[in-house]
């Protein structure tokens, strides 16, 4: 076998690759490009970026966040979603060990990662990513560790039918789209790789830490004298994507979606024992 360090340096790169591709696909899928071709340029002076120029995370320290070519600024945002992809993926082989469910467990993750960005940058969370991770979800579901066919299965059309439903209602109260048509695909797909037990605690947990992180963004636009509106409808299209300009301070459910999917997925087994065992 693998010695363990070994397995974790092997993790960390991979999971670094992966998320140096997951860049490519935030920045080019919701405008509607290939993310395979072509190559990646420099968006400064159009310069073809070289292998040795995008290692993951070191050409972002070596280069100190300069393009080679025209000193142009590089996002801290690469080197950070690579390093995510790859403590994500070491948090997988602790988590689940050297095993097929590793690898599912963060397939899904690193596109709760892509989705998170996207959906940061455009209040959108495509469709592309979310039908076919909901399918794969289902299929995958059965090997150990994952949730099983049947928890599987209700989980994916539970988490569709339960956003369909609370959007529906909220939309006849506040007479207005409250949830946009993204988010439901999203809960869908989560309930997919988590199972139908994790839709009650996801749903929790990315509402408390959305409200948290809504009533940190007021207060810190109250700080600076601006004021901050409630959000409005999310656009329900992908093609509605240029029409749209989210308000200052408001914040899509996307991301916080995602982080209670992988919250649920790394401690939900000790959560759910801890909120348990308050009834025993
Ligand atoms: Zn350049």
């Known amino acids: ?18 998320g140096s591709f997951l860049n ?19 968006p400064g002076c159009r310069r073809p ?26 996002s801290l945002r690469y080197p950070l979603v690579e390093l995510a992809g790859g403590l994500l993926a070491l948090a997988c082989l602790r988590q689940f060990g050297l095993a097929p469910w590793a690898l599912c467990a963060f397939a899904f993750l690193a596109a709760l990662l892509a989705l998170t960005y996207i959906d940061l940058d455009h209040w959108l969370l495509p469709r592309v990513i979310t039908i076919p991770f909901v399918v794969l979800g289902v299929a995958v579901s059965w090997i150990p560790g994952g949730p099983g066919l049947v928890g599987s299965v209700l989980g994916a059309a539970a988490g569709f039918a339960s956003f369909v439903l609370i959007g529906a209602v909220a939309e006849r109260i506040l007479k207005k789209e409250a949830i946009g048509g993204g988010d439901v695909w999203l809960f869908a797909m989560i309930g997919a790789w988590l199972g139908l037990r994790a839709l009650l605690p996801v749903a929790l947990l990315a509402s408390l830490q959305g409200a948290i992180a809504g009533i940190v963004l007021v207060a810190a636009a109250r700080g600076e004298g601006r004021r901050t509106a409630a959000p409005p ?20 459910f996307g991301p916080f979606l995602s982080l209670g999917a992988a919250e649920f997925l790394f401690f939900g087994d000790a959560l759910l024992d801890w909120y348990l065992g308050l009834f025993r």
């Open 1 to 18: 076998m693998l010695p363990d360090w070994l397995a974790a340096v092997f993790a960390f790169v991979f999971g670094s690759l992966v």
């Open 24 to 42: 490519v696909v935030i920045h080019r899928l919701p405008r509607g490009e290939s993310v395979v071709r072509p190559r990646s340029r420099c």
């Open 49 to 74: 970026i070289r292998w040795y120029e995008n290692v993951p995370i070191l050409s972002w320290i070596v280069l100190r966040g300069r393009c080679r070519g025209c000193k142009a600024r590089i």
């Open 233 to 252: 409808p999310k656009p329900t299209g992908d093609e509605e994507l240029d029409a749209w300009e989210p308000p200052p301070g408001a914040l899509p």
